[in-house]
């Protein structure tokens, strides 16, 4: 398995969250014992608070790059956001950083074509 970086502290409640269904998807596929390797950085839920308060995405852009670059220095193999609100800065993002980045819209997206084939008898 790759390592793959998590950006938690957005919400400290949200990226418990995430770190449980990851772990948990990967002990029901690879068996009960079996962890993923992860490596979680956890922001300032406050400082991005702030920001968003003021309605500056510009600074919170740069935040999540300069913690993305700091992650993949740990080696890295993709990214991913532990909360929904940093998707809407997900774009900018990502278009700096060198390694793939998981967004919530695209397992959102499996979901629900799937939700729509069980439920149209497809």
Request: charged share 20%; aromatic share 8%; with cysteine.
């Amino acid at each position: 398995m790759k390592m793959v970086g998590l950006i938690g502290g957005t919400s400290w409640r949200s990226t418990i969250e995430y770190y449980k269904y990851i772990n948990a998807t990967i002990n029901e596929v690879k068996g009960g014992k079996v962890n993923p390797p992860l490596t979680i950085y956890n922001l300032n839920q406050q400082e991005i608070h702030d920001l968003q308060q003021k309605n500056n995405w510009e600074k919170i852009t740069e935040i999540y790059v300069s913690v993305g670059k700091k992650l993949i220095a740990t080696n890295v193999k993709a990214l991913a956001f532990c909360a929904n609100t940093p998707h809407k800065v997900y774009e900018k993002v990502n278009a700096q950083l060198s390694v793939p980045f998981i967004h919530i819209a695209d397992g959102i997206g499996v979901e629900a074509k799937k939700e729509v084939i069980l439920n149209s008898g497809l």
